[in-house]
């Protein structure tokens, strides 16, 4: 004779995927969010300053409130685009890593630095222009 099966299953637990980091930044719309979603792609406060022509002390309290002027907003927003650009085809930290190297289509400055006097235009174009696989 066979045991009598229960017509109750054990429900499993649904595991859903993390998301990944450019996941995270994409999706990222609070500005601290968007600080702390930057960190994994080796974008640090002190860079994230940098680039908005910030002081490292706003871009701590951005993070903790969320509090921010609309100017930084914008270029706070614009370094999410790049990164979201160079997340394409970098490993993590290599995004970082681009926007300190001296760059060929920026006369050999920094994308960092290009950021941080507001053009961002030049910065997007070279970020496209490494995704797209042309030497810098």
């Known amino acids: 004779r066979m045991p ?13 995927k993390r998301p990944t980091p450019g996941q ?4 990222a719309v609070e500005i601290g969010k968007v600080v702390s979603a930057l ?3 080796g974008v640090k406060q002190r ?9 490292e002390r706003s871009v701590r309290n951005w993070k903790r409130t969320s509090v921010i002027g609309p100017t930084y907003e914008k270029r706070l927003r614009d370094l999410q685009q790049i990164a ?7 490993v993590l ?29 030049r ?9 797209e696989g042309v030497y810098v």
Not at 24 to 27: D, I, K, T, Y
Not at 47 to 55: E, H
Not at 123 to 131: G, I, M, S, T
């Open 84 to 90: 979201l650009i160079l997340e394409e085809t970098l």
């Open 4 to 16: 009598a099966m229960s017509t109750k299953t054990a429900a499993r637990p649904i595991r859903r």
């Open 47 to 55: 860079m994230i300053a940098q680039a908005t022509g910030a002081a």
């Open 24 to 27: 995270v930044l994409e999706q």
């Open 39 to 41: 960190r994994p792609f």
């Open 123 to 131: 910065v997007r174009k070279a970020a496209l222009a490494f995704v």
């Open 93 to 121: 930290h290599g995004v970082g890593q681009w926007l300190n190297a001296p760059n060929r289509l920026l006369q050999h400055r920094r994308p960092i630095d290009v950021l941080g006097e507001g053009d961002v235009e």
